[in-house]
């Protein structure tokens, strides 16, 4: 049961509620090592698959916890993020969009147990629903989006501490929060996208049949 890929699993399964904490500490350095152990989770979901099935190491007890530990790793992340760029006196707010929208949040979370739950259906009826690019890619950006928002967090800190001023900062400032901003863009488009391939694709199991 202990395999490599699933030592893998378990430890981004660890690192979850460690980031989600992280983040809350006063000073950048307790982001930046939010940010490094986000990075480290990431490439463990990366990782994790592809040993699975290079060495065929795939176990039940895999199959069943890299989905919870990617949700839980999600939620650990949006978590920070929904409630400091809501923060009342700091201002963590990216500059190209403010604080993270309600509705963005629930969206990520909500697709990912919505599909989790239809997952679980689909197995009841023998059918095995495999992750599409649609879904791949926007993990891709989903993660670039909550990195660059903890580096955010640190830098903003940094520039608290520093009080660094200049072009190059104000410069910075408006690139980071479009990096952050345009990746989070696209991956709501590509959540709602994705969402809508795996149930027209797998139409027929709404309808209650097993074709």
């Known amino acids: ?5 699933n030592v893998l699993t378990v430890t981004r399964i660890g690192l979850a509620p460690v980031i989600a904490l992280l983040p809350f500490i006063e ?15 990431a490439a463990s979901d990366i990782a994790d698959g592809y040993f699975a099935r290079s060495r065929r190491q795939v176990t039940d007890l895999g199959i069943l916890l890299d989905p919870i530990a990617d949700k839980l790793l999600l939620v650990a992340t949006l ?7 809501r923060h009342p006196t700091i201002v963590y707010g990216i500059p190209w969009w403010g604080s993270l929208p309600v509705w963005v949040a ?6 990912e147990l919505l599909i989790t739950v239809f997952r679980f259906e ?17 993990v891709v950006f989903q993660d670039i989006f909550i990195g660059a928002t903890i ?10 501490e520093t009080r660094w001023t200049g072009h190059l900062r104000d410069f910075w400032d408006q690139a980071h929060g479009a990096v952050v901003a345009i990746t989070l863009l696209i991956a709501v488009f590509l959540t709602a996208y ?18």
Do not use: N, Q
């Open 79 to 85: 978590v920070p993020i929904y409630w400091i760029t």
């Open 122 to 138: 689909a197995k009841k009826h023998g059918i095995i629903i495999p992750a599409g690019r649609e879904g791949k890619l926007k």
């Open 27 to 41: 000073g950048y350095w307790p982001k930046v090592i939010a940010f490094v152990a986000f990075l480290a989770a």
């Open 106 to 111: 629930v969206l990520l979370v909500g697709r």
């Open 151 to 160: 580096a955010w967090f640190a830098w903003k800190d940094l520039l608290v």
């Open 1 to 5: 049961m202990w395999t490599l890929p």
């Open 194 to 211: 994705s969402l809508g391939v795996y149930l027209y694709r797998y139409r027929s199991l709404l309808r209650g049949t097993d074709r």
